[in-house]
Structures are given as structure tokens and as C-alpha cells.
């Protein structure tokens, strides 16, 4: 079958797609947008997660004619048009939310999605927010930076302890 | 669109902070952190190309069958499939195997573990080779298993491997032993009767798995040669080489692999997975063929953290001195050798812990079972020791009425101490002081969830539900709710041990380009996600005082950098990059002399550095730019990089100076238990590590939260559920779970640089330490909480409960 979607603002045909194929196969292997990671399959990782006519989605979960139509939005569209990271990625990158990487493109997006709903969450917002995505390498705590980063510089505030460029040390 | 290649070279400016020269100490930002948040970073599972088929493995459902026949004539019938492998189409060697060649490549006449490789197919699409593998017909034959000591030992037990040839096979007291080793020290029968206090306890640790992100994954890509380019997710490209070239059938050097893009490791990628598969199917077929394990197939697809059962006897006097330790330690390696026989010296010679036991009498064996293939994971045999050992610190502090951490001070192993191996302690040990710190730090207030409450009076409370045992399950408001507080702490080996001859390699090249001086940094290291990459970068900017530096994509055309494993990549391949960088800077100052050093005194001055792309004398005099030194030479070494020698341990005493260095982390633990239901919040994870030297202190810092989490994992959570047949119960992200971001509590670290005069920087390995003495500390934290006894990780709701 044929499934046409905007991807990032960007139209976009996938043919011979197979009925079984999920969103994420179709994004990852037809479009060349392979920024969603495959970690599960089954919904428990947010590795896939992309936007879904603004919803967060595990993209595996989809079944890619189900997406026909919609608008996307993978972790290729967050930066600006001119190459600048978001804020939240910059922050990510600059807290040392990132390490093997894998997890990044679905947390990113859920980070996006909670700092546009709660500007500036409680840490317990943000765990809340974030539960759905797991991470191997960090043990959350840069993530949790990240976020408060990203949501401080958004409110004007100056970078919160921990995000700066000399972690938490002594003696 | 052609191939997607993985990353081309990361090149990265020191400029992060004004004042910073990107230098080893700061903290540095990733080479590779902006190709990952904008989804540009090639993964190896992203890996593409416009001819390529994808490859499927055929696994035996049973844990220990004969196969009487394979036939694979309507698989081969299936539209869109190019090819149908067994072991009867193998060109070469049948057998791989890191340590041990034991493995079969593809099952001959006998599957030894559910999710053997039996067959491959390579399609057109990867539901159509599922669907094919689907019709290749297996009769099997049912064996009985041996799953654990008493089966894998009886009379009559079915044999695992008959015919082995091992270096360990002579030696051990039974074939179904992959390897054994004591470690004696003192005289434990002498001594016995001297201690005032005894406690006994026996320990079972669980299967934990690596459950790294980015599942297997390859890109194998035949080449015009009749060679074969392969770009993967491994830990150690030429060991993968080593195995693969006998298997294909071809000369090394025509078996060539570039890393791609790796979501994380943490031992599980140290053997072959998919790497001998893609190749083969790509021969055969003339066409590039990606193969990528789902969730599912990858708890099949690599080894496991061993399963463990542990059995100690610690006698004291009353005033809290040990006076020996008694252990016998029965790790599970399953099927296969894999590593087994590395695990079993570090169990037995860390069994004791980081104390200072004047007598010790310890064993430690790795079994063949029918269980799934155990292996390399963070760790490596320290962790399930560290559990059984801290839980019998906290037993004999209990029977002295003793402080458990007074206890552990009073024990703890210092520099000039000697470990049961009779190696002297050389460096740092700081055990007492890192038990220091993580008492005191304040501890974090009781009853969390408690909050104002929402429009309510003054003093009214409401409950958030998020601080509690169950969380939004909303099982309960803080009734039955009690705290606990727990240590641990650990000991862990830097780099690979027992005489191996343990090396990394690094080619480093200074030219002027653009009227600018640049480094390229060429190494074979695996960069799984640590930050090597990052360290190697600050290295060569320290070393060469140069700004810009280029670090090429590692592959094999370059020496090898030994496994990312052990904790031993910023050691070993920091430490070769450090080495190299250092003849590099030697040739540069000797150019520097021969062509403008002619009635320059400057030149001829002891301790000459490169600072900002120009030649400094020690006092800080400038005496030429590097691109006026270099010209348009560039200076280009390869050079390798070695660590002290060791030695193995003797067979029967387990003495020997066996390893490189050792590393140190304490936890402490606090946490919430529904003693009601058996739920546990761990409320907050303190660590204090030494490292020695932070060459990345935020690098460090990832790794210290991200190791306590994979012991938190273990405590509470991580548990591969094998039946007595051998089959696994759970092998999906849904019921095997690992630490969601509401799982993990705040954890404060504290980070020690004592430095060892031994390492380059005198930096120690970082990323192992942490892993190990989390899990006791929260285990002893829930026993506090609860006052059971709890001898097997993870602890289970059941186990609280008694349900």
C-alpha cells in the first residue's frame, strides 16, 4: 500500500508498504528518518517515540496505514531551519544527558512535550513526564539537568546548580 | 541513496568555557552529543544500502536437543529469499569463542541453550525471512538438562562438551567445570578456633542481563577482494576479527570491520553475536546484509550476567577484627565458556572484598549447564561476590552489636595491605573514607510524600503519591510504610588480568592545515557510549596544545585498542593515546630543533611544551608557532600501549600478582518499604568513589549514576527468569525490567582523586566499581526496614511478604 504523511513539515510517500509495517519501520527504513530508535517493539522503552498530530507516540505501536495522513514529528525536525539545536537539545548535550545516545531522540521529544505543557516542573513532574522512556546509560540523573536546564534558561533564570561546566565534586 | 556510513570523523573544538582548553579535568562536551540530539548519529541498526538483504537466524525453542535433521527446501521456495545457511554451508572453521573455542557457529547434531543459532536466511525483507525461518523444518530430539551444580555434576550428567581441549579441561574435577580457582591465604583451619564470633549465610544472585538500548546489529557489505566489510555494534573490533577470519574462511586483512554507531554494552557485546552470520549470508549471496535482533531475540543473542550461588563463613574477634573468611562461590556460564573462565579469577580473588582478612579459604567454579550462556557484564564476577560479602559484613555487625559501618572501617584494606592473592595493595585504597563519606551526608528527610495540602488549612497534609512505595499505583498514603538504611561497598580490577597481555593502540598525526595546527587521533576503541572519544580528544589537546582535534571512526586498520570492558579504555586507550601523543610531541620538538634551533638556546632547554599551537619553554617563553616548526610535514606515529605485567593466579593457592590496579566505590542506601504489600522505593543512592584522576569529571559522574542504577537494577528489579527446562520466561522490556526514571532516586556522589603512580594521569577505571556495592547497600537498607533476612537478589514483593 501507499501511505503518505508530513514528516517535520515535510510531505512524504512511502509505497509497497507491507500492511504488518509499523510507523516506525516506514519512518526508519522507506523515508530514510532513522532517528526513532527499534529498542522494544513493544511500547515499554520510548525509544520510538515521535510526535502523532501532536501526540507522543511509541512510533512501533502504529501501524504505519493507521499514521496516513498525519503530521510527524521525529527528533530530525527539532532543531531550527538553520541548524541551531532547540533548547532542549543543547541542553541535553551540555549536561551530559547523552552517552550511548540511543534513548535521546525519544526522551528529547518527551522532554519537549512536558517543558510545553509545565514550563517549570517539579522534579517529580519531570519523573512523571519521563517514566515512559528508558535509559541504560545514565541513571536519569543528567536527564534530569537537562530538563531543569532547558526549562530555566526558557523562564530566563540563570542555569541551575548542577548544569554548569563543574558537577557536583568534593572534597 | 547509498550506504549510510557511520560517522565520518568527529572533530570538536576545545573552546567550551572561555578560560578552558579542553584539556584533561574539565568537563568537556561529547565529540559525538550533537549527532545524537539531532537524530543524525548512525547506529549500527541504522546502517543502509540500496542492495542489501536482511538476515534472519533460526534458534532451537529447546535447551538441550539432539538435531536429527534440518531441511530447509520450502524456506528456500519462499519468494524474496536469496539464501538458506546450516552448518553444512560453513566454508571454514565450525567453532568460535573468545577464551574457549567452543561454540558452534551455526548447531551441527546438537543445540546446548534455548536460542542456539541453528539456521540463517536472508531475504528481501525481514518478515520474509521470518517467515521463512518459520518453514525450515528441525526435527529435534529432547535431551535432558543439567541446570544447576547438583544436575551438571551428578553421576551419569550429561556431558556438555566431551571433547574438550581447553587449556582448564585437565584441571578441573569435572567436564561440566569450565574452570576453577581457590585462593588460600593463612592457615583457615588453624585460625578458626580463634574467632569469638561466627556468621554463616548462603546467597543466590539472579540472571541479570546487559539490556543495552541499541540491540544487536550489522552491516555486512562483501567486497570486490572477496574480502568482506563489516560495520557493527561490538566492544572490541579485532577480537571480533580474530573470530571471524577462521569462521569465513579468509586471510585477517581481508576481513575488515569499522564500528557503527553502539547503543550502550556493558559486557554483553564482548562475543560475537550477528557478526559471523552477516558475513556468511553476505558471501554467499554477493549482496550487503543487515541483520538487527529485536528485544526478544537479543535476550537470546549474547550472554548474561552469571547467576550465582554463594556460600560464606566470617569469624571474628569480639572486637570486630576478621579473622578468616570461608566461601565457595558456583557461578551458572551456561552452554558456553564465553568468559567464564575471567570471572571465575575475579570472583575467587575479590571474594573477600576490600578487607583485610588475615586468613582466607575461598573457591569459586563457573558450571556448563543447559541455562543461557553467561558472560561479560559490568562487573564481571565482583558483583555477585559483593552481594554475599556485604551481606555477611552486615550479619557479623549484627551478632557483635556493632556498627556495620564502624565494622567495615575497622576491616578495611589500605594502601600497603596484601589481598588473599598475596598482591600488595600499590596505590590508593581509601575503603574507610569512602565509607566516611557517604555516612555523612545528611540524610534525606522522612516521610517524602507528605505535602501541603492543596487549598487545605494551615498544617493540613496532603500526599503525593509519587514519593511512595507504588507510586501512582495509589497502594498506599504512607500507612505501613518504614525506612531503611544500608552500605556497601565494593572491589573492583581495572583492566584484563591473569597474565593476559593486555595492550591498546593509538595513531596520532600533527600537520598544518589551513595555516592551523590539528591533531587526528586514530584508535580501534569502541566507543559504546562512555565518552572515550571525549577523553581522547582532552588527551591530545593536553599533550599537544592543540585546539582542534580530529577523532577518525575506529576500524581495524588501525592496532588494536583491546575490549571496552573492565573499566579499561581511559586507561588503556587514554593511556595509548597519552603514550603516542608523547612521541608525536617528542618528533615535533626534535623538527622544531633541526630547523629553527640554530643559535636558539631556547631549543635546547629541558621541558619544552606545545601550548596554543606554539613551542613554550618552561618558563612560558614563546620560541616558534607548530605550523612554523611543521611546515607542510606532518608527524605521523602509531604506537602500542601496555600496563604493568601480571600474573595468573596459581592453580591450586590462588596466589599471584594477578592485577593491574583495583578501584573502590561505597554506597549508601536509603530507602521506603510497604512492608504490607513488598513495594520499595529507593528514596536516595549516595556513592563516593576514588578515581583517581577525573579526566572528564561529568563523564565520571555518568558513570557512577548510570553503574548504581544497574545495581539498583539488581537489587530490586533485573532478573532473567530461567525454568527448570532452561527456557527463559521473560525475555521482553515488559517483563524483564529495568530502572525507569521513577525507580532511581536521587544520587549525590562524592569523588576522590588519589591519585596511582602506576596509571597515566594516575587515573583509575571508573565505570565498573559503581555497579557492585549499590546493590547490597539497598538490600541492606530493605533488611533494616524489615529485619529479613533476604539472601537472594533481586528481592521480590513475595520475599517482603512471605506470600
Redesign the interface.
Known amino acids: 500500500m501507499r501511505v503518505n504523511l508530513t514528516v517535520n513539515g515535510r510531505p512524504l510517500t512511502a509505497d509497497d508498504v ?1 500492511e ?1 509495517e509499523s510507523l516506525l519501520y516506514v519512518l ?2 522507506r523515508l ?11 511500547g ?2 520510548g ?1 520510538c517515540t515521535v510526535r502523532l498530530d501532536g501526540d507522543l507516540v511509541c512510533a512501533c505501536l502504529v501501524a504505519a496505514g493507521q499514521a496516513e495522513g498525519a503530521e510527524i514529528r ?3 525536525g ?2 531550527e531551519a538553520d541548524g541551531r ?1 532547540a533548547p532542549i ?2 541542553a ?5 544527558a ?8 525519544g526522551l ?1 521529544l518527551a522532554a519537549e512535550d512536558l517543558l510545553a505543557r509545565v514550563p517549570r516542573p517539579a522534579d ?1 513532574d ?3 513526564a ?15 539537568d537537562a530538563v531543569r536546564l532547558a526549562a530555566a534558561r526558557a523562564a530566563g533564570a540563570p542555569d541551575p546548580a548542577g548544569a554548569g ?7 | 541513496m547509498g550506504v549510510v556510513p557511520p560517522p565520518s570523523g568527529l572533530t570538536q573544538r576545545g573552546d567550551t568555557a572561555p578560560q578552558a582548553t579542553g584539556g584533561i579535568g574539565e568537563s568537556t562536551q561529547r565529540p559525538d552529543g550533537v549527532l545524537k540530539v539531532t537524530g543524525e548519529f548512525a547506529y549500527a541498526s541504522d546502517l543502509w544500502h540500496q542492495d542489501m538483504l536482511w538476515g534472519h537466524t533460526l534458534r532451537s525453542p529447546h535447551a538441550h536437543a539432539e538435531i536429527r535433521s534440518v531441511d530447509i527446501a520450502e524456506a528456500l521456495a519462499v519468494p524474496g529469499v536469496h539464501a538458506v545457511l546450516t552448518h553444512r554451508d560453513l566454508p571454514a572453521a565450525t567453532h568460535y569463542g573468545l577464551e574457549f573455542t567452543d561454540q558452534p557457529v551455526l548447531a551441527v547434531d546438537r543445540v546446548r541453550y534455548q536460542g542456539e543459532a541453528v539456521a540463517l536466511v536472508a531475504a528481501d525483507h525481514p518478515e520474509t525471512a521470518r517467515r521463512a525461518a518459520a518453514r525450515i523444518r528441525v526435527d529435534y530430539v529432547e535431551l535432558p538438562v543439567v541446570h544447576d551444580e547438583a544436575s551438571a555434576t551428578a553421576p551419569g550428567a550429561p556431558v556438555l562438551h566431551p571433547d574438550r581441549t581447553d587449556h582448564h579441561a585437565a584441571h578441573v574435577p569435572h567436564p561440566n567445570v569450565v574452570h576453577r580457582q581457590p585462593v588460600i591465604s593463612g592457615d583457615v583451619a588453624a585460625a578458626a578456633p580463634t574467632a569469638e564470633v561466627v556468621v554463616r549465610g548462603e546467597y543466590t544472585v539472579g540472571t541479570q542481563d546487559q539490556a543495552f538500548l541499541g540491540p544487536e546489529s550489522g552491516l555486512a557489505v562483501p567486497a570486490e577482494d572477496g574480502g568482506v566489510d563489516l560495520y557493527v555494534a561490538t566492544q572490541w573490533l579485532h577480537v571480533d576479527q580474530r573470530q571471524l577470519a577462521p569462521v569465513l574462511g579468509l586471510p585477517p586483512e581481508l576481513v575488515r570491520l569499522t564500528l557503527g554507531g553502539v547503543g550502550g554494552a556493558f559486557g554483553a557485546r564482548e562475543d560475537l553475536s550477528m557478526q559471523a552470520h552477516a558475513c556468511l549470508l553476505a558471501l554467499r549471496t554477493g549482496r550487503p546484509v543487515k541483520m538487527v535482533y529485536n528485544r526478544e531475540e537479543s535476550f537470546f543473542g549474547h550472554v548474561h550476567r552469571h547467576p550465582a550461588r554463594l556460600a560464606y563463613e566470617h569469624g571474628a574477634t569480639r572486637d570486630g577484627r576478621l579473622v578468616y573468611v570461608k566461601g565457595r562461590i558456583v557461578l551458572d556460564g551456561g552452554a558456553y565458556a564465553s568468559s567464564s573462565a575471567a570471572v571465575v579469577g575475579n570472583a575467587a580473588s575479590l571474594g573477600v572484598g576490600p578487607y583485610r582478612v588475615p586468613h582466607t579459604h575461598l573457591e569459586a567454579i563457573a558450571l556448563y549447564t543447559n541455562n543461557p550462556p553467561c558472560g561479560a557484564m559490568r562487573g564481571f564476577g565482583a558483583v555477585q561476590a559483593c552481594f554475599a560479602y556485604e551481606a555477611q559484613l552486615d550479619k557479623l555487625a549484627a551478632a557483635l552489636a556493632m556498627d556495620p559501618v564502624e565494622l567495615r572501617q575497622r576491616n578495611a584494606l589500605c594502601q600497603g595491605d596484601t589481598m588473599p592473592t598475596g598482591q600488595p595493595v600499590d596505590s590508593p585504597a581509601p575503603v574507610a573514607e569512602l565509607l566516611r563519606l557517604v555516612r555523612e551526608r545528611p540524610l534525606p528527610p522522612e516521610r517524602p510524600w507528605e505535602v501541603p495540602a492543596a487549598g487545605g488549612a494551615d498544617g493540613q497534609v496532603g500526599v503525593d503519591l509519587r514519593e511512595l512505595p507504588g507510586g501512582l499505583a495509589n497502594t498506599s498514603h504512607g500507612e505501613g510504610i518504614v525506612r531503611g538504611v544500608g552500605y556497601g561497598v565494593g572491589i573492583k580490577n581495572v583492566g584484563f588480568s591473569e597474565g593476559f597481555d593486555d595492550y591498546s593502540t593509538a595513531r596520532v598525526r600533527l600537520a598544518v592545515v589551513a595555516g592551523e595546527p590539528r591533531v587526528t587521533v586514530h584508535t580501534a576503541m569502541a566507543e559504546v557510549g562512555q565518552g572515550g572519544v571525549t577523553v581522547h580528544a582532552q588527551i591530545a589537546r593536553t599533550e599537544l596544545g592543540v585546539s582542534q582535534v580530529n577523532i577518525l571512526p575506529a576500524d581495524t586498520r588501525v592496532g588494536s585498542a583491546g575490549s571496552t570492558s573492565a573499566s579499561r579504555q581511559t586507561y588503556m586507550t587514554g593511556g595509548a593515546v597519552r603514550n603516542t601523543c608523547l612521541a608525536v610531541r617528542a618528533e615535533a620538538l626534535r623538527l622544531g630543533r633541526r630547523r629553527l634551533g640554530a643559535g636558539q638556546p631556547g631549543w635546547d632547554e629541558p621541558g619544552l611544551r606545545l601550548v596554543d599551537g606554539k613551542v613554550v619553554t618552561r618558563d612560558g617563553a614563546v620560541l616558534a608557532g607548530l605550523a612554523e616548526v611543521l611546515g607542510d610535514e606532518a608527524i605521523d606515529l602509531e604506537l602500542e600501549f601496555r600496563h604493568r605485567p601480571t600474573q595468573p593466579f596459581d592453580r591450586e593457592t590462588g596466589q599471584g600478582f594477578g592485577h593491574v590496579q583495583y578501584s573502590f566505590c561505597a554506597h549508601r542506601a536509603v530507602v521506603d518499604v510497604d512492608v504490607e504489600l513488598g513495594l520499595v522505593k529507593v528514596v536516595e543512592l549516595a556513592a563516593a568513589q576514588d578515581v583517581g584522576r577525573a579526566i572528564n569529571p561529568r563523564a565520571v559522574l555518568g558513570q557512577i549514576h548510570g553503574g548504581s542504577t544497574q545495581g539498583l537494577g539488581l537489587a530490586v528489579l533485573e532478573e532473567i527468569l530461567v525454568g527448570p527446562d532452561g527456557t527463559i520466561r521473560n525475555p521482553s522490556f515488559t517483563d524483564y525490567l529495568i530502572p525507569t526514571i521513577l525507580d532511581v532516586p536521587p544520587m549525590p556522589v562524592d569523588v576522590l582523586e588519589l591519585a596511582d603512580e602506576h596509571a597515566p594521569y594516575g587515573l583509575r577505571g571508573v565505570g565498573e566499581a559503581p555497579t557492585l556495592s549499590a546493590t547490597p547497600a539497598i538490600v541492606a537498607a530493605i533488611r533494616q526496614a524489615t529485619g529479613l533476612e533476604l539472601p537472594r537478589v533481586p528481592v521480590r514483593p513475595e520475599h517482603l511478604t512471605g506470600t
Do not use: D, H, M
Not at chain 1, 547523552?98 to 531522540?105: D, I, R, S
Not at chain 1, 519521563?130 to 534530569?144: D, F, H, I, M, Q
Open positions: 507491507w504488518g526508519r527504513e530514510g528518518l532513522p532517528g526513532a530508535k527499534n529498542a522494544c517493539e513493544q515499554e522503552c525509544s521525529t527528533v530530525e527539532l532543531a539545536l537539545q543543547a541535553f548535550v551540555e549536561t551530559g547523552v552517552q550511548c545516545g540511543f534513548c535521546t531522540p528529547l517529580a519531570i519523573r512523571e519521563l517514566s515512559g522512556n528508558l535509559c541504560r546509560c545514565t541513571g536519569y540523573e543528567a536527564v534530569l561546566p563543574t558537577p557536583e565534586r568534593r572534597p
